[in-house]
């Protein structure tokens, strides 16, 4: 992974109130944690660096929006929170993943994907997928991207 690309995540991301969560042990892969929580809103930001893109994309996004919302301790009925997965893997633009398709559909009050970010290091570029809720992520999510396009190409779908 590129070696500035976490220090300006970081840094981006601070001036949108995000922290970062020193100890992020009980998510493997993970290599940056950042959360913001207000009195109304949960919002996680995580990066993960993998050898390789899992064999089931799907089931892996699960296990790691579980680890996130735990790990951000945020409180489930009362405000949910909003995860946006950055993931970087070699060869992952070159799979057959669409990030659109990966994303919450709907607001379960738990935990859910608002974005995905595939970042592939073999080739440069990065993709994204958004779901709903651009009045109050939406800023944030552009603020990712920009923050990846110092790194990464854009790649469309």
């Not at 996004?61 to 919302?69: E, I, T």
């Not at 994303?103 to 595939?118: C, E, P, R, T, Y």
Request: glycine fraction near 4%; hydrophobic fraction near 40%; charged fraction near 15%.
């Amino acid at each position: 992974m590129n070696d500035k690309l976490l220090p300006d995540l970081i840094n981006t991301m601070n001036k949108h109130g995000f922290r970062q969560v020193a100890d992020t042990a009980t998510i493997p892969t993970a290599t940056l944690l950042l959360k913001r929580q207000t009195w109304n809103t949960n919002r996680a930001i995580v990066v993960v660096s993998l050898d390789q893109t899992p064999d089931d994309f799907h089931d892996y996004l699960k296990q790691l929006r579980r680890s996130v919302a735990f790990k951000c301790r945020f409180f489930p009925y009362f405000w949910g929170i909003g995860i946006q997965a950055i993931i970087v893997a070699p060869g992952i633009s070159n799979s057959d993943i669409v990030p659109s398709q990966h994303v919450a559909v709907i607001d379960n009050q738990w935990a859910i994907i608002q974005s995905i970010f595939l970042a592939d290091p073999a080739d440069n570029t990065y993709q994204t997928g958004r779901t709903w809720g651009q009045l109050v992520t939406g800023k944030f999510q552009d603020a990712i991207s920009n923050s990846l396009s110092h790194h990464f190409e854009f790649k469309n779908q």
